[in-house]
């Protein structure tokens, strides 16, 4: 089993920044691929990020390449999710996911894929 809980979430003005964190718990066998889904209202769940938790390969989806990464902080059992230039279309509920599976040569699109799902935090980006 894995526990998730993210953290930093809010309400921010188009072009400024957040810094999300996520804390895992559990096996860090069940946590090979870890990443970020976000859902806005009446939208399908959508990637945004993806890393292996060896070999420091990440993911990202087109919309969010350059303005978002993904990092972990192995310390603190933790991945963090940067975002910059923030758009009013990044409005979404932020879920951290993890998996035992390795997330593969590209970013992970399917949600049901992921077997350890946060409660998500809200991001909201007003123009």
């Known amino acids: 089993q894995v526990q998730a809980v993210e953290s930093g979430g809010g309400s921010v003005q188009a072009g400024g920044s957040l810094r999300l964190s996520c804390v895992l718990s559990?096996?860090?066998?069940?946590?090979?691929?870890i990443g970020w889904f976000r859902q806005a209202p009446g939208k399908e769940r959508e990637g945004v990020a993806a890393a292996n938790r060896v070999g420091g390969y990440t993911f990202y989806a087109d919309s969010v390449k350059g303005r978002f990464v993904i990092s972990l902080d192995h310390a603190k059992n933790a991945v963090l999710l940067q975002m910059n230039s923030l758009k009013p279309e990044d409005t979404a509920m932020y879920y951290c996911?993890?998996?035992?599976?390795?997330?593969?040569?590209?970013?992970?699109?399917?949600?049901?894929?992921?077997?350890?799902w946060g409660q998500g935090t809200q991001v909201t980006v007003s123009s």
């Open positions: 996911v993890a998996d035992p599976s390795w997330c593969g040569d590209s970013l992970p699109r399917r949600p049901d894929r992921f077997a350890y």
């Open positions: 559990g096996s860090i066998y069940n946590r090979n691929c």
